[in-house]
């Protein structure tokens, strides 16, 4: 592998875009687009879309399906959410790559969290800066690059911009499998470490909400006559903390338990919610086993249980196909003069979906920073143009051949 004339054209192409694509991820930033923030994220897809416009393609909204959630007195509720943005080149190539990243950010609408600054040692503090709309820009500045390559026509690529990946991507998943299906190779934006270190095998991921209904009463005059929905739910929850250290690899965060109401009364509603992550599919097998028999048997007469949800993010192995194409991206990198290294995770994000739709993918190609999700989330503006190189590399050794796209995919189909 090495660097020909016609990749270092497009390489500087992306040197040429450095500050454009650094200036407008600082201005994305700014604008909220927390998971619930309708108007932000409405805000926010109107902008992409602009800017998806410099791009020689296909350009779409495409409508997400609602999903449920569990509110804190038991309900089952329908929500909506925003579309996901799509944009399309080339469809019927020989090398179909898929790249993915999301618009939202944990951040609401009340943060007090909203702008950049600039530290003093040089890197940018910005919600969702590093994750992802840094990433964004990175990805649109490297498929931009790569249209000046004389090879682009063996590859078409598709884009795919989600507005719920913090929440799981209940209404995005089913677009996520169905490109993961159909394409050859992945790439995922949500950022890299900050020294650069990327997300190598990850643990899949479950939320599960446990519905428990009980039956009022006074809590003075009639304490024998009610069934304490809460007391069920405290006791259900410290059954499922006593599954962690019974298999290796699978933790169970009891996150919140809610419910009940005025201290005189016996409650009749709770909800216990929690979340699970595992190595791979027999742990996940194994969990789910063991949370439907705790939600099968009601701690004391009266109660009744209902479990609502499952595995958002199933487990992504590094599997054959994983590896070799670790193995080329870490050649890639060295071109550039990048040290490419991964460690295990037990975050989850796309690339679990779109590894388990059977299609291999890195997923942290996004910029480099850190404390992610926190009101220090920061990105290095340096890497903005590093990370941008190295996604357009990937690309163009990708159409010369020199990474090889159906091989990879191969490999992830024998181990599906």
């Known amino acids: 592998m090495k660097i020909h004339p016609y990749d270092q054209v497009v390489l500087d192409r992306v040197a040429e875009a450095g500050e454009r694509i650094l200036s407008r991820a600082v201005a994305w930033s700014e604008i909220n687009s927390g998971s619930r923030n309708d108007a932000g994220l409405a805000r926010m897809l109107d902008v992409l879309e602009a800017e998806a416009r410099i791009l020689p393609a296909e350009i779409e909204r495409i409508p997400t399906s609602p999903s449920s959630i569990v509110g804190d007195d038991g309900r089952v509720i329908e929500q909506t959410h925003a579309d996901c943005l799509k944009i399309t080149a080339r469809p019927d190539a020989p090398i179909q790559v898929v790249l993915t990243g999301h618009y939202d950010t944990v951040f609401p609408a009340d943060s007090p969290f909203q702008t950049v600054t600039k530290r003093a040692d040089g890197a940018l503090n910005g919600p969702g800066l590093a994750d992802m709309k840094g990433g964004i820009s990175v990805l649109m500045g490297a498929l931009e690059a790569f249209e000046a390559h004389p090879d682009k026509d063996r590859v078409g690529w598709t884009v795919l911009l989600s507005p719920d990946e913090e929440i799981g991507s209940p209404a995005s998943a089913p677009l996520l499998a169905e490109l993961g299906a159909r394409g050859h190779l992945g790439l995922t934006y949500e950022p890299a470490l900050a020294d650069g270190t990327l997300a190598g095998a990850r643990k899949g991921s ?70 699970v992550r595992v190595p791979d599919a027999q742990a996940a097998a194994w969990i789910e086993h063991a949370v439907t028999d705790i939600a099968s048997t009601p701690p004391f007469e009266g109660l009744h249980l209902h479990l609502h949800g499952g595995f958002t993010r199933p487990p992504k192995p590094m599997d054959a196909a994983q590896t070799e194409l670790f193995d080329a991206v870490r050649r890639t990198g060295a071109l550039l003069g990048q040290t490419i290294a991964w460690k295990s995770s037990g975050g989850v994000c796309e690339g679990n979906n779109l590894h388990a739709a059977g299609l291999p993918n890195i997923d942290t190609l996004g910029v480099l920073g850190g404390d992610i999700h926190s009101a220090d989330e920061f990105a290095w503006p340096d890497s903005f143009v590093a990370r941008g190189q190295l996604s357009a590399l990937i690309l163009c050794k990708t159409a010369s051949g020199e990474i090889d796209a ?5 490999l992830r189909l024998e181990t599906l």
């Open 206 to 275: 479950g939320n599960w909400h446990l519905i428990v209904t009980g039956k009022a009463a006074h809590a003075g005059r009639a304490f024998d006559e009610g069934r304490n929905a809460v007391a069920g739910a405290a006791i259900l929850a410290a059954a499922l903390h006593g599954l962690n250290g019974q298999r290796e690899g699978v933790s169970v965060n009891v996150a919140k338990i809610s419910g009940g109401g005025a201290l005189n009364v016996v409650a009749d509603n709770a909800v216990v919610r929690f979340n």
């Open 406 to 410: 159906h091989r990879l995919k191969q």
